[in-house]
């Protein structure tokens, strides 16, 4: 099946760092998400896009989705140890089902001190 | 805590074999979808149901079948299983689709993890 293209596939960074990652698609999507997996447990939404150009944030967390519909952006601020997680973008189709969530390859966050 | 419970947690069994999942959405939800979640795949989405009825398919193989019964709990049945069918298997709730179509969040519970032997 499909999957978005996310990068880094992994980082590791010292907490305090500030962290960026990105998912691209080759197809336009009219709502972008961001989860977030801790080991064990289900994904988490984070934050939700749904304009083009939007730009949201919830605390240390900012997100954004580009302005040609094909990519999004995630970012996170000085990071902590619980920040350590998988972080998947996922996209809906700009028609079609709101039901078909396509989620990115993911990618593995892990935060030293 | 999503609301949303899922069991068996841990599920191992023999090739050829067949298994049946259980997922109780959050309370009052009435949409239940379906994901596997691989090691080489990622997380695919399988199938929606909204109060009862099949509402969407996705990547969902033929040997696999779910259903969702008057009290809105859904069951995920996995047939002949083979090894690639190891996975962790995610069930998650929404509520009520917009007509509009628009992304309504869902809510993911903690998994099954699936292991064929």
């Known amino acids: 099946g499909q999957q978005l293209n996310q990068s880094p596939q992994s980082m590791f960074i010292q907490e305090g760092e500030d962290v960026s990652m990105n998912c691209t698609s080759s197809?336009?999507?009219?709502?972008w998400l961001w989860y977030k997996q801790d080991p064990g447990e289900g994904p988490v939404l984070l934050i939700a896009?749904?304009?083009?150009?939007e730009l949201t944030s919830n605390g240390r967390l900012t997100a954004q989705f580009g302005i040609t519909r094909k990519d999004s952006f995630l970012n996170i601020s000085a990071s902590i140890p619980s920040d350590v997680g998988i972080y998947f973008c996922?996209?809906?189709?700009?028609?079609?089902?709101?039901?078909?969530?396509?989620f990115g390859t993911g990618t593995r966050l892990q935060v030293t001190l | 805590d999503s609301g949303v419970t899922q069991t068996p947690k841990h599920l191992i069994t023999a090739t050829g074999q067949r298994v049946t999942l259980r997922c109780s959405p959050r309370?009052?939800?009435?949409?239940v979808y379906w994901y596997q979640q691989s090691l080489d795949q990622g997380l695919q989405f399988l199938i929606h149901?909204?109060?009862?009825?099949?509402?969407a398919k996705g990547n969902i193989l033929e040997r696999f079948s779910a259903q969702q019964f008057p009290d809105l709990h859904s069951e995920l049945n996995l047939s002949s299983l083979e090894l690639g069918d190891s996975a962790l298997y995610f069930c998650?709730?929404?509520?009520?689709?917009?007509?509009?179509?628009?992304?309504?969040?869902?809510?993911f519970g903690p998994g099954t993890r699936l292991t064929v032997l």
């Open positions: 149901y909204y109060n009862g009825e099949e509402r």
């Open positions: 197809s336009i999507f009219n709502t």
């Open positions: 998650a709730s929404s509520v009520t689709p917009r007509p509009s179509g628009g992304y309504n969040e869902q809510f």
């Open positions: 996922a996209g809906l189709p700009y028609t079609g089902t709101a039901s078909k969530l396509t």
């Open positions: 309370s009052g939800d009435l949409s």
């Open positions: 896009l749904y304009k083009a150009g």
